[in-house]
């Protein structure tokens, strides 16, 4: 109301324009709210690891409490194996080679990621699931899956390790509340962009919600989408040369899970850096990923 009471004062608006004032309100919020909840991401700026990827150390936006965080990942797991056992009762591998190799493999991993998960408290879970999807997940607190349709792609437990890996890095750099965080952004400049659009006639108003809409989805979700992959390369391999599996491995394993792409693609290929990215990554990361095996595991890898 404050801005129609210009209108007495003879400052009379032309109807039907935009209210630049109502974006400006609402996006010097977005900008407080963002600017007052940056969080160090883990490892991207951990002193033995930057000199080699010195791009890599950000903050990131979050706010939502770790407790709730893992509850709801919590939450999620126990719905989706449910769904995946009301499929199929016997989803949920119980035994065999490929349940021992995921077991394991997950336990190096989460011994591996034990410095920086410490205080994060994960209550590691890791299930194989029986289907067809080339797929793999690692919810907020640690909770785990692999499936089945992904074990042709892996083909060896250096490349499970790998995709094990890069699933339980997003967890660990929070990337899932770190979404959450900047759907709260995109909602409140939104709220902004739809009221300084309410003098508008309808069809300039979904105009321009349209452009927002592109922008926001092309110029903030996708490239934070982008980089929130990257990150999880570059985390996972750590752990992965941490808990001894080959991280030579892991270029191989992104090519084998790009060809596999086909009609169906997993669930990793939506929002991916390009596949020449990738690969340009995993060279400029080869030789920390190859120092930390070599310190930590007893037969060494020569260069
Ligand atoms: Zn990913």
Redesign the pocket.
């Known amino acids: 109301m404050v801005f129609r009471s210009g209108r007495t004062r003879g400052t009379r608006r032309r109807r039907g324009g935009f209210r630049w004032q109502i974006l400006l309100l609402f996006a010097l919020g977005a900008g407080a709210y963002y600017f007052m909840n940056q969080k160090q991401v883990p490892y991207v700026c951990d002193g033995r690891y930057t000199e080699y990827a010195p791009d890599m150390c950000r903050k990131q936006l979050r706010t939502m409490a770790l407790d709730k965080e893992k509850k709801l990942g919590l939450q999620s797991y126990v719905q989706i194996l449910q769904d995946e056992q009301s499929r199929n009762p016997r989803a949920i591998v119980q035994g065999g080679q490929n349940y021992e190799a995921v077991q394991k493999i997950g336990a190096d991993i989460a011994r591996a990621a034990q410095e920086e998960a410490a205080e994060l408290d994960f209550d590691w879970q890791f299930n194989l699931v029986q289907s067809e999807q080339a797929n793999a997940f690692a919810l907020p607190g640690g909770y785990t899956a692999v499936y089945t349709g992904l074990l042709p792609i892996a083909q060896n437990e250096d490349g499970l390790a790998v995709v094990m890996g890069?699933?339980v890095?997003?967890a660990l750099a929070r990337h899932g509340a770190e979404r959450m965080a900047q759907q709260n952004i995109q909602k409140i400049v939104g709220a902004g962009v739809s009221l300084g659009t309410g003098g508008m006639d309808f069809g300039a108003q979904r105009a321009i919600m349209g452009v927002f809409g592109g922008v926001s989805q092309y110029g903030f979700a996708l490239p934070f989408s982008r980089k929130?992959?990257s990150e999880?390369?570059f985390i996972g391999l750590i752990l992965v040369a941490r808990a001894c599996y080959d991280p030579r491995e892991a270029p191989k394993l992104w090519d084998r899970m790009g060809q596999a792409g086909g009609a169906k693609p997993p669930?990793?290929q939506s929002t991916?850096p390009a596949p020449e990215t990738r690969v340009q990554n995993f060279q400029k990361w080869m030789p920390m990923a190859i120092n930390i095996y070599n310190q930590n595991c007893p037969d060494k890898i020569r260069q």
């Open positions: 890069h699933e890095a997003h929130h992959e999880a390369d669930e990793f991916h």
